[in-house]
């Protein structure tokens, strides 16, 4: 989330003094670098993001603890909650790992920012152990590429993966006359339904995208690009190892965020601006019907399971899911964004060899397909993918598993955190009709140049879908 620079400094040098207060540190002797199996009881610190009412991953993490100290007499697990919005999360773990006084041994990490935690020097490389490992063969090469930097070692062990479409409510489609089997073929098809909407069914929110700087890294992939991947261009030439900018695309994607936004089709742009938005979507206006149309991620009915945080049972008849189409249904008719999260091992942790025991009872086959299942993630082990009793654990398990097909990834270079906070400022500057979709792209083109090195590391030219 973009700041003032003497904010980030006084809240950095906070929060850094803050955790170096309360951190124990270890006391047990530190095993050879490259051992499978820790020398002796440990004290492991795992750092994992807690941002509004949902307690999956803290009850998840909680079970795994029991088992792990159970099996290592002696070892002790301590679960560190870093209660934080998606990006001031980030922030708040990049501060801890740069000292070994306050360096978690596991940390949750988003697939996005390992090659840029790479550079910066935060984070361990796991071959060594991998190599041992008999289990890494279970998962899927997309999901080992997520988590590989660029210098070709793998940095983290997936947890799952995800895939991003159209939530509607059926109930609020019938009172505007649309079809219970929405299956839009553009843009205009969205617009159009998002009006109707607007027009037949007063006191509902026609269409939810998540845009501008509280919501961090959810405006820029669940929102933007969604749009952006869904036009004949793209942020990144894989073939000419340059930056795009000058796109159509991204002007369009910006006049498509301008149009729901100016015509009353999105929130108001105070309530989108709201930290808590993507709480208040999951818990609040879906389930409270008070949302129609929401651009949103395959996880989000985990907030209506028994064991989340708004449980809904009537969700699976309520709610129809249908693919993000294309801008003008060419190439394959429609998009999605996929990302991920791993557990990796700071640089600087003091006990990685009992860290990495720890990571591989995070990712038996029974710990991860319970993950999946509760944590409504994509399934990214083939034993549990191909596990009836996952294939078969939500209505929507199936459709959001089928995107994989058409789905598309976040460049995953160091310099891509710092171009989304651009994508980010963009968004937010028109939504807010503080710019033209034009002129926030012009802005949007000169920081990239200054960001990956000069005009000559940009190209106008995208790759193809």
Request: hydrophobic share 35%; net charge neutral; charged share 20%.
């Amino acid at each position: 989330m973009s700041r003032k620079r003497f904010k980030v400094a006084a809240v950095a040098s906070a929060l850094l003094l803050a955790v170096t207060a309360c951190s124990q540190g270890s006391t047990t002797k530190q095993p050879d670098a490259g051992s499978s199996q820790s020398s002796g009881p440990a004290h492991i610190k795992i750092a994992y993001q807690q941002w509004g009412p949902g307690v999956v991953m803290k009850n998840f993490l909680a079970g795994v603890k029991s088992e792990y100290e159970a099996a290592h007499p002696g070892s002790q697990v301590e679960i560190v909650p870093v209660v934080a919005s998606e990006n001031d999360y980030y922030t708040k773990i990049q501060l801890m790992m740069r000292s070994p006084n306050t360096a978690p041994d596991i940390v949750y990490e988003d697939t996005f920012l390992i090659n840029s935690d790479i550079t910066a020097g935060y984070l361990k490389p796991l071959d060594d152990y991998i190599a041992k490992w008999d289990q890494w063969s279970q998962f899927e090469d997309t999901a080992k590429g997520a988590a590989r930097g660029q210098d070709g070692k793998t940095y983290g062990v997936p947890d799952g993966t995800d895939t991003r479409a159209l939530w509607y409510n059926k109930q609020i489609f019938a009172k505007a006359g649309l079809p219970a089997d929405w299956q839009p073929k553009t843009w205009d098809d969205v617009l159009s339904a998002a009006r109707t909407i607007k027009q037949k069914v007063p006191g509902v929110i026609p269409f939810n995208m998540y845009s501008g700087k509280p919501m961090g890294e959810a405006s820029a992939m669940q929102g933007f690009e969604m749009l952006l991947y869904g036009t004949k261009d793209t942020l990144y030439n894989y073939d000419q190892k340059k930056w795009v900018v000058g796109s159509q695309g991204f002007k369009d994607s910006l006049n498509f965020v301008k149009t729901v936004f100016s015509e009353g089709l999105a929130p108001s742009p105070k309530d989108a601006l709201s930290p808590n938005m993507g709480s208040k979507v999951g818990t609040e206006l879906l389930p409270q019907q008070k949302l129609a149309i929401d651009l949103d991620g395959s996880w989000i009915y985990g907030n209506w399971l028994k064991s989340g945080a708004k449980p809904w049972p009537q969700w699976s008849t309520v709610l129809g899911q249908t693919a993000m189409p294309t801008q003008d249904g060419s190439g394959k008719g429609k998009v999605s964004l996929s990302g991920g999260w791993t557990w990796a091992i700071p640089a600087k942790s003091k006990n990685p060899d009992a860290a990495w025991d720890f990571i591989k009872t995070l990712q038996t086959q029974k710990n991860a397909a319970k993950y999946a299942t509760d944590g409504a993630q994509i399934a990214v082990r083939k034993d549990v993918a191909s596990d009836a009793a996952y294939k078969s654990s939500s209505a929507s398990t199936q459709f959001f598993t089928d995107l994989v097909s058409v789905t598309v990834y976040r460049p995953a270079l160091p310099e891509y955190p710092k171009v989304s906070n651009e994508i980010i400022t963009a968004m937010e500057s028109v939504m807010t009709g503080q710019t033209s979709p034009d002129n926030a792209a012009k802005n949007y083109d000169q920081a990239v140049e200054g960001i990956v090195g000069g005009k000559d590391k940009t190209t106008t030219q995208s790759t193809g879908q």
